[in-house]
């Protein structure tokens, strides 16, 4: 029992297996400067978007191990990358992140908002570091189906239906901030999308948007890395919840 209570509080394997709660190859991984990344074809609405690298390998592994098998204590590295995007994404001046919200079920699932948890890490690093910024949970998310399996077009007609705003959070957004998504995972851009349009909606303009990885298109490798823009999706399921 002492051994499970200390691997809960500092977790004896890396999420690649070795040993260590966060071996040097792992952060590494995480290490890499974020760059933009866009699905092909981009859903419209979408907001210009950074990401540390593909959705697989290593990355992948850290943020399974964060999200669905309880690795907290990742959180810390994993904000610690959103704060420097989002310092990357607008050099300089205020933010607001705004977390893209997961749903009542998946938060009980997981025992809190895995992305409310990096979001909050990374608005606290951008303040240590000088910089002006604040978490604004704006939006809920409505119960909805998963998304494992989905086209394109389906994600986007689902994710269009998924949240809403909350009725008195916006208030702050209007005195011109900067207002930047932070997400996980990008695969099709439908969520970030339509979480964009939601908040245009009430005349919120989104910057942009931050997430750790995205995914690549396994169909066609070589040519979704022609662009430098356009580098990373595939169809894999980002188990939003």
Known sequence: ?????????????????????????????????????APTPAPPGLPPCLAFGPYDGPLQRILLAYKERGRRDLAAPLGDRLAIGVARLLANGPAVLVPV??????????????????????????????????????LVARPRPDSAGLSAAERAAAAGDAFRVRPGRTGPLRAGLAVVLVDDILTTGSTLAAVADQLRSVDIPVCGAVVIAATRRRSSPTKACRDPNRQYLSVVNSNRG
């Open 101 to 138: 919200p997961s749903t009542a079920a998946a938060v009980r699932a997981r025992r809190g908002d895995h992305m409310e948890r990096l979001a909050r890490r990374a608005v606290g690093t951008l303040r240590r570091d000088g910089r002006r910024a604040t978490l604004l949970r704006a």
């Open 1 to 37: 029992m002492l051994r499970d209570l200390i691997d809960l509080v500092l977790p004896a394997d890396c999420p690649c297996g070795g040993p260590g709660p966060f071996c040097p190859a792992c952060q590494a991984a995480l290490a890499g400067p974020p760059e933009p990344a």
